[in-house]
């Protein structure tokens, strides 16, 4: 099983506003986050990501499987396409394995991102780099307690200002 971290960043690592705000990411960012999704099949997102998905007007990812972490309760009124679980990584990634998929892909938000990549299941990762700077901001990870170093496998610009660095994470 192969887990992608996909994520529209600041140049100083925030991935949204403190308020939860993350709708600055160019139009190319919010189309490869949704065209890798696509090609996976599923995303995988915590509780705030949905929230703020929902709000935004992108949830469920139609095309695929979308699974929600979260130990809260949420009515899952869209049935098939989306499943809440309170399923640790490590059990999300072998319940879509045992679904056929050989990828998973992870969509945040910070806390997720940790989570997973603390139990080095994650990969690769995707940076979209947005031109913007703001000082106060999420994380692309939220404070944890890990280190990895990574492998730059390639770096393309998705538009005037926007640059995409692709990572293969070293474990
Ligand atoms: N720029 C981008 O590309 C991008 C992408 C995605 C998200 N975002 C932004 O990121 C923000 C949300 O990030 P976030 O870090 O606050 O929240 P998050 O990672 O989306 O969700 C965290 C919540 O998920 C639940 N959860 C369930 N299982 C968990 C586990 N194993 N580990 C940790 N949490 C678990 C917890 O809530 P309960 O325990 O209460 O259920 C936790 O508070 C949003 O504002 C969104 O817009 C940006």
């Avoid at 703001?134 to 393309?156: T, V, Y």
């Amino acid at each position: 099983m192969k887990v992608i971290l996909y994520m529209g960043i600041t140049i100083n690592g925030y991935i949204a506003k403190e308020n939860g705000d993350s709708e600055w990411t160019s139009d190319e960012d919010l189309k490869g986050f949704y065209e890798h999704s696509k090609k996976t099949g599923n995303i995988v997102m915590g509780k705030n990501t949905f929230h703020a998905a929902s709000s935004y007007g992108y949830f469920p990812f139609p095309e695929s499987i979308n699974v929600v972490m979260t130990h809260q309760p949420i009515e899952n009124k869209w049935k098939d396409k989306v499943i809440v679980t309170d399923k640790s990584p490590k059990q999300i990634l072998q319940m879509l394995e045992e679904k056929g998929f050989n990828e998973a892909f992870i969509a945040g938000g910070g806390h997720i991102n940790s989570s997973f990549i603390k139990e080095k299941l994650i990969d690769e990762i995707y940076l979209d780099v947005e031109p913007l700077v703001f000082g106060k901001g999420m994380s692309l990870f939220a404070p944890e307690d890990f280190e990895f170093n990574l492998q730059l496998l390639e770096s393309i610009k998705l538009n005037e200002n926007t640059i995409q660095l692709h990572y293969k994470v070293l474990k």
